[in-house]
Nanobody, 118 residues
Framework: QVQLVESGGGLVQAGGSLKLSCAHP????????MGWYRQAPGKQRELVAS???????NYADSVKGRFTISRDNAKNIVYLQMNSLNPEDTAVYYC????????????WGQGTQVTVSS
């Protein structure tokens, strides 16, 4: 079974920073672009950042300039550096491949909770 393991979340004050990590099993995940998604209570899961195998990145407007996605292909890890956090960033954060609607992916990790207090 595919294993995606997210970590690094926590409680932080507005303006603070966190760095999330996602360990993936390699293989197809190493070849494909990867993304960080988040889901806030009562809201749809959304893609906030993505990175290709070659390192090209893309960001949702809501996080552009504050979040930085990167990946270490040798270690099969994808990172999300989050700066200038605000309460609207509070959500469970997940990683997965991209390229199709999130609900079409069969496997998800447990996610990591990020809570930003005002």
């Amino acid at each position: 079974q595919v294993q995606l393991v997210e970590s690094g979340g926590g409680l932080v004050q507005a303006g603070g920073s966190l760095k999330l990590s996602c360990a993936h099993p390699g293989s197809g995940f190493s070849i494909n672009a990867m993304g960080w998604y988040r889901q806030a209570p009562g809201k749809q899961r959304e893609l906030v950042a993505s990175v290709t195998r070659g390192g090209s990145t893309n960001y949702a407007d809501s996080v552009k300039g504050r979040f930085t996605i990167s990946r270490d292909n040798a270690k099969n890890i994808v990172y999300l550096q989050m700066n200038s956090l605000n309460p609207e960033d509070t959500a469970v954060y997940y990683c997965n491949r991209i390229g199709r609607p999130w609900y079409e992916f069969a496997y998800w990790g447990q996610g990591t909770q990020v809570t930003v207090s005002s």
